[in-house]
């Protein structure tokens, strides 16, 4: 549920076009949707940070006092933060900055 909403919130055409300056297109998974062994049947995620708020909240994780989301396992209360580790390749760093500014906005804190 948490990799659905973390996949929803992200448009990967402004991705491609902020990280990328607009060279590349938007992946869909790991085969390119040029070949011939891309299943052109399969069904695109939506991108919509109400669907990825909505479904955190359904696997438990609300949003706390400070803004980030959390949950409460047993007695102790754990935060959704995830740690983006990426090479100073100057594409991979902004990718990495779209994607937090993107997870924080649903409540997700990030660390690059």
Known sequence: ???EALLSSVDRKLLTEEALGGYGRP????IPTDTKYFNQNLKQATTSRDLASS???RAG????DGGWRERKIKTTTVPLELTLSVP?????????EFLKKNWEGIGVKVNI
């Open 1 to 3: 549920m948490v990799r």
């Open 27 to 30: 992946a869909f998974g790991p």
């Open 55 to 57: 479904a955190l909240d």
């Open 61 to 64: 994780w609300k949003l706390g």
């Open 88 to 96: 100073q390749a100057d594409f991979l760093t902004k990718t990495a």
